[in-house]
Every structure is written in structure tokens, then in C-alpha cells.
Nanobody, 120 residues
Framework: QVQLVESGGGLVQPGGSLRLSCAASGSILRLAAMGWYRQAPGKQGELVAR???????NYADSVKGRFTISRDKAKNTVYLQMNSLKPEDTAVYYC??????????????WGRGTQVTVSS
């Protein structure tokens, strides 16, 4: 199947930056969209940013102008550059992707999540 491994989370002060990475591995024929979701304690999960196979991004209104999503197709990796972080960005961030396996089966895969904490 497909495994997603996230990295780059941590503790940062308000106004600081972090860069998340998510690498996909496995019997991948092609990846379609890749994205980042987050869930804060006591809140509903939300889409943060998503990028299509044609590298067209879209963002939640709450992160527009602060976060940038990008992908390296050769490495099956998606990145999330987070600048001007705010305490309300504190959450577990999950990577997500979908596509096709080499056998032709469609798949959807989630990472295990990486904690981002914005606090002074």
C-alpha cells in the first residue's frame, strides 16, 4: 500500500515559521492531489491546503498569505511552509493523498500526523 510519513512539526513562538514535509512511499503508480489537514483539541478537522497533480494550490481562508503548499513530484513529497504562525494554528497536522497503485487500484492514504504548537 501507500505510507505517508510527516516531519517538521514542533514548538514555535507566535510569528515564527515551520516547514512540514510529507513523503509518500509504496507501490505508487500516480499521485493525484496532496494536502494538509489539521485538527485542534475540541475542534472539527479542517483542510489547511491542497495541491493538485497540476500543482494548483488552494488554501483555507485562515492561512492564505501565510502558508504555502508545494510538491516535488519526483520525490512524491508535499511541503507546507508556515509563516507568521499564530496560537490558533496549534493542531495536529495530517498529510493526505490519493491516486492509483501499480495494480490499478485507487487509494486514499493518511499520515499519522505531526504536532504543531504555537506558544510563547
Amino acid at each position: 500500500q501507500v505510507q505517508l510519513v510527516e516531519s517538521g512539526g514542533g514548538l514555535v513562538q507566535p510569528g515564527g515559521s515551520l516547514r512540514l514535509s510529507c513523503a509518500a512511499s509504496g507501490s505508487i503508480l500516480r499521485l493525484a492531489a496532496m494536502g494538509w489537514y489539521r485538527q485542534a483539541p475540541g475542534k472539527q478537522g479542517e483542510l489547511v491546503a491542497r495541491i493538485t497533480s497540476g500543482t494548483i494550490p488552494n488554501y483555507a481562508d485562515s492561512v492564505k498569505g501565510r502558508f504555502t503548499i508545494s510538491r516535488d513530484k519526483a520525490k512524491n513529497t508535499v511541503y507546507l511552509q508556515m509563516n507568521s504562525l499564530k496560537p490558533e494554528d496549534t493542531a495536529v497536522y495530517y498529510c493526505n493523498t490519493n491516486g492509483q497503485l501499480r495494480g490499478g487500484t485507487d487509494f486514499i492514504s493518511w499520515g499519522r500526523g505531526t504536532q504543531v504548537t504555537v506558544s510563547s
